[in-house]
């Protein structure tokens, strides 16, 4: 079983969205590229490949960033990876939805909040 998220870091500080993903990651040397649309992070090694992008948000308050990505671990360990990613943002909201997947790749029940 593997988990799909997706998110929104409440951020305009593209430097705080990084050191919170190296943090998170435990990737020091994680870095980001300059977009036509804005700054952007990719990343995948064995247990996590996300892509961490700004956006406008919907409440018009300016820009934050969406993350999505995939955890190739069983939901317990995964939820607890994913909840570790509000700690590395200490004062920044976070805010988090996942999902299950089958071995097919497959949605198997409803998206919920990352507790």
């Given at each position: 079983m593997n988990v799909?998220?997706?998110?929104?870091?409440?951020?305009?500080?593209f430097a705080v969205v990084l050191d919170g993903l190296r943090h998170w990651l435990g990737a020091p040397a994680?870095?980001?590229?300059?977009?036509l649309s804005g700054e952007q992070v990719t990343?995948?090694?064995?247990?996590?490949?996300?892509?961490?992008?700004?956006s406008?948000?919907?409440?018009g308050s300016g820009p934050d960033f969406l993350i999505e990505g995939?955890?190739?671990?069983?939901?317990d360990p995964a939820l607890h990876f994913l909840?570790?990613?509000?700690t590395a943002y200490a004062g920044v909201e976070v805010d988090l939805e996942y999902g299950e997947l089958?071995?097919?790749?497959?949605?198997t029940g409803e998206v919920l909040d990352v507790p």
């Open positions: 799909t998220f997706t998110g929104v870091i409440h951020s305009d500080d994680l870095d980001g590229r300059q977009r990343f995948e090694d064995g247990r996590v490949e996300l892509i961490c992008s700004r406008f948000n919907s409440r995939t955890v190739f671990d069983d939901l909840a570790a990613l509000r089958d071995a097919d790749g497959t949605a």
